[in-house]
């Protein structure tokens, strides 16, 4: 995957080149009019020392106010609700003052400046409680509330095991809980029956290159060289990646992605070189405790069809934590990301633990 990035990368220098009109980045201290996205602001603000970007999107900016931590890691969701409004409408902000916040190295956030080392789990939590105060003071709240998805979950959960004065409950959708070989054996034994269901012989067959089970029933990876790319790739096939119908990283997030207007042309740039970056920062090799008890409820929202991150290993981390109040969802007609698969259904259970 690091690799395709910088083929990625190297195809949107070009674009930028080619269109060099509204190639400026975001500044702190600048607020303007999200362009493709409605009722929605693109802010620069400093956090602890650093350009911080972020949207923040409402109807109604007295609704509750949530920040949404994106997955990658350094792969911002916001520009979903623009190219996917259509096919994947969400509605989120007709009940929260929602802020899209990118991170120290990601998207809007990110700089050539910043090294891998420097992002890290501590200062990403540390970033993440100044924003909740500036999120606070700017909306005259109490306390917010806190979403996170897919990688994002690892700093979404540390948070909820830490901080009880910044946020009401935690939501942790796709939450990520273990990269070990559970789960692919998860992913390998769901996938096995489906492409069964399907007659799909040539995606079963590769799969099958992949991983699989010994005569003696233990499961074993068998090739390791470049495994995360071609496992995505028969998630693609099973409906069991991003959403349950997209078929090509390329064609749907990276192309897609590309033609978002709440991006400047050399925000498009920076947003693959911060998806680089991040995925060599001392945070992505954090994984979640579940010996560590949570200060305030947490609720995991999971796809039926997510083996991503399977929905099994999610419960079972819900299992081992200790919550004030703890509860699982399952939408069973979503893969990886149920917030825009699902949206009706997902806003209904957020509203249950809103005060």
């Not at 916040?101 to 540390?126: C, H, M, Q, T, V």
């Not at 979404?156 to 901080?163: K, V």
């Not at 083996?307 to 079972?316: N, S, V």
């Not at 007609?333 to 009706?344: K, R, T, V």
């Amino acid at each position: 995957m690091q690799k395709n990035s910088k083929i990625l990368v190297g195809v949107l220098i070009a674009f930028g080149v080619m269109n060099m009109a509204g190639c400026a980045t975001l500044k702190v201290g600048i607020e303007e009019k999200a362009k493709g996205l409605e009722n929605t602001r693109k802010l620069g603000v400093e956090i602890n020392g650093a350009l911080n970007g972020m949207f923040i999107t409402s109807t109604n900016e007295n609704n509750p106010v949530l920040l949404f931590i994106s997955g990658g890691p350094g792969v911002p969701e916001i520009w979903l609700n623009e190219v996917y409004a259509e096919q994947y409408p969400n509605k989120l902000a007709d009940h929260f003052t929602v802020c899209y916040w990118d991170y120290l190295g990601e998207g809007l956030s990110y700089n050539k400046k910043i090294k891998p080392e420097e992002i890290s789990l501590e200062r990403l939590a540390a970033d993440a409680r100044e924003v909740a105060q500036y999120l606070k003071s700017r909306y005259h709240q109490e306390k917010i509330y806190l979403m996170a998805h897919s990688s994002g979950s690892h700093l979404g959960l540390y948070l909820a095991q830490t901080d009880s004065e910044d946020f009401y409950c935690y939501f942790g959708m796709g939450q990520d809980y273990t990269q070990g070989i559970r789960r692919y054996e998860e992913g390998y034994n769901f996938m096995k029956a489906e492409f069964e269901k399907t007659d799909n012989k040539k995606t079963l067959k590769k799969m099958n290159k992949l991983a699989g089970y010994t005569k003696e029933g233990e499961f074993k990876i068998k090739k390791q060289k470049k495994l995360a790319a071609k496992w995505e790739n028969v998630l693609l096939s099973a409906g069991c990646a991003t959403t349950r119908e997209m078929r090509s990283d390329a064609k749907d997030i990276f192309l897609k992605q590309m033609s978002a207007k709440c991006y400047t042309s050399q925000e498009k740039i920076n947003y693959w070189k911060g998806k680089i970056l991040c995925s060599k920062s001392a945070y992505r090799s954090y994984h979640v405790e579940a010996d560590k008890p949570c200060l305030i409820p947490v609720y995991f929202f999971s796809g039926y069809y997510d083996y991503t991150c399977p929905p099994a290993l999610a419960k079972e981390l819900l299992e081992k934590l200790e919550a004030p109040e703890k509860s699982f969802y399952t939408f069973y007609n979503s893969a990886h990301s149920p917030l825009w698969e699902e949206n009706d259904l997902v806003i209904e259970a957020m509203l249950k633990h809103v005060r």
